[in-house]
């Protein structure tokens, strides 16, 4: 986290209130974070109004008027926070720090202001987040460069599409090859775990293993939850846990069925009224690919042999 939703969420939120402003000021509060192009710095922005905010993977894309283009990745625990004159806040990637906290504070690293009196805060506790300012030409060779695959939100991401990405990762375990940025672009563990227990596939289970409609499920579950959660800004988590929403602004985020839910009733299986409410299996968590994952192991099979 920030996947996809995150990052998608946020651009549609903050990209009608920044195109066509000017940047004014761009302030760098952490150096090390910070990958201007050769030749160029800071300054070099300034002026340039912005024409376009895109998106490739989790990254973001400040296309600007005087030829450059600034381009974020939140990483693992990224923060943006996008203030306008009202004093109104838009928070959008890792939940900490917490909203409403007075910035600049420690984790922040870089501030873009516009004309208008916005301001785009870049928060980053983990201190994995960058940005960079390079030429507009050089845009392009710059986002091919991470072999991004295919966007799974996109309207050619088609089935077929699907099922060679994944074919071409046969001996790897399935959650390993949703998060290959160059299998699908923007899947991170959140939104793998969820889509495999919705398709109701073991993470475990090498990919060369799903047969054709186990594909397809797949796919329409993972285009699904991306629906779900783009439009609300992502799942609402804290700590790797699923919480509530508690307020107005939360609404519609506590979507989440399996990831960071370890410990609670499958609503699924409790749905099924196999085992009634009070003995349907738990969702619990383990390791696969490396990452914390968390699976019903009543609807979802475990294979016979895992890696």
């Not at 920044?18 to 150096?31: I, K, M």
């Not at 030749?39 to 912005?50: K, L, Q």
């Not at 202001?113 to 994995?128: A, K, T």
């Not at 107005?248 to 990831?259: I, K, N, P, V, Y």
Request: include cysteine.
């Amino acid at each position: 986290m920030p996947e996809l939703p995150e990052v998608e969420g946020f651009r549609r939120r903050m990209a009608p209130v920044v195109l066509g402003r000017r940047l004014t000021s761009l302030a760098v509060f952490d150096q090390k974070r910070w990958h201007p192009a050769e030749g160029t710095r800071a300054d070099t922005a300034i002026s340039g109004a912005v024409d376009s905010v895109d998106r490739a993977g989790k990254m973001l894309l400040f296309r600007l008027s005087n030829g450059f283009a600034l381009a974020m990745h939140l990483k693992i625990a990224g923060q943006l926070v996008l203030e306008v004159p009202d004093q109104t806040r838009l928070v959008g990637g890792h939940p900490y720090p917490r909203p409403g906290i007075e910035l600049p504070d420690p984790s922040t690293r870089f501030l873009l202001e516009f004309d208008g009196d916005v301001r785009l805060w870049f928060n980053d506790q983990r201190r994995f987040g960058w940005l960079r300012l390079l030429p507009s030409p050089e845009v392009d060779a710059f986002v091919a460069g991470h072999k991004y695959g295919p966007d799974p939100i996109a309207p050619g991401f088609s089935v077929e599409i699907f099922r060679d990405r994944l074919a071409a990762r046969s001996g790897r375990t399935v959650k390993a090859a949703l998060l290959d940025q160059t299998c699908v672009a923007g899947v991170g563990n959140i939104y793998a775990d969820e889509s495999l227990y919705r398709a109701r596939i073991h993470p475990s289970r090498l990919t060369g293993s799903l047969d054709r409609s186990e594909i397809t499920a797949l796919h329409r579950e993972l285009v699904h939850i991306l629906e779900v959660a783009i439009p609300v800004g992502g799942a609402l988590m804290r700590g790797n846990r699923k919480v509530p929403a508690e307020d107005e602004a939360d609404a519609g985020r506590d979507f989440l069925e399996a990831h960071g839910c370890a410990g609670e009733r499958c609503p699924r299986c409790v749905a099924r009224g196999d085992a009634g409410q009070d003995n349907a299996p738990q969702i619990i968590r383990i390791v696969v690919a490396g990452r914390g994952t968390y699976v019903c192991p009543g609807c979802q099979a475990i294979p016979s042999s895992s890696p």
